[in-house]
């Protein structure tokens, strides 16, 4: 975009305003309306010249390999336009590669690409990164995390109810306490005597 003297003129105004805002007075306001609209259309004319050189350049993508040389020239001019060589263009060139100006015209257009896709992808990433920090930490299923083991505390109802105590062992060297039974054995019952060897006889 080139600027003519005038338009250079209150362009230098208006930074130097921006600066060091100072009053304005009306020419000066009107000025400065008057460049902005020019750059809008001078933006909305690029806008316009960019699509019709895509379009001429698709028509002559189309038309290979007979449009060769204009489809190169016109290659060139959408690059240095900041246009971003597509897939179409990449095969386009890969095919003619046998020719010396599409086989250096294929190497920078494969950079423009790789470059393209890198900051594609990086943009990609920070959009994911930023929505994962608003976002917080994603929930835990249920069931995933294992369950802390539960502990007594001290004071609860285990403290108040007593625990039935072990009986004690015996001292080694102590002779146990004998029982009743072994103390004071059962009486045995008398047996009944057998009958005599007379008595029988008789």
């Not at 086989?103 to 990609?124: D, G, H, K, M, N």
């Amino acid at each position: 975009m080139a600027f003519s003297a005038d338009e250079l003129r209150v362009l230098r105004r208006a930074l130097a305003i921006a600066l060091h805002p100072a009053p304005l007075q009306d020419e000066d306001v009107q000025d400065c309306l008057r460049l902005a609209e020019a750059v809008d259309e001078a933006v909305r004319e690029a806008g316009r010249l960019r699509a019709f050189l895509l379009a001429d350049l698709a028509r002559y993508r189309e038309a290979l390999p007979g449009s060769l040389p204009g489809y190169l020239e016109l290659l060139q001019d959408a690059l240095a336009a900041g246009y971003d060589p597509g897939a179409d263009d990449l095969a386009a060139l890969r095919a003619l590669r046998g020719n010396p100006a599409a086989a250096a015209l294929l190497t920078r257009c494969q950079i423009l690409a790789e470059r393209s896709v890198r900051a594609r992808l990086a943009r990609v990433a920070q959009a994911t990164g930023s929505a994962a920090a608003l976002a917080g930490p994603a929930p835990v299923p249920y069931g995933s995390v294992p369950r802390a083991r539960l502990l007594a505390l001290p004071g609860g109802r285990a403290a108040e109810e007593p625990r039935p105590k072990p009986p004690p062992s015996p001292t080694p060297g102590e002779r146990p306490v004998p029982k009743p039974s072994e103390v004071f054995p059962p009486r045995r019952r008398p047996v009944p005597p057998p009958p005599s060897e007379g008595r029988a006889a008789g």
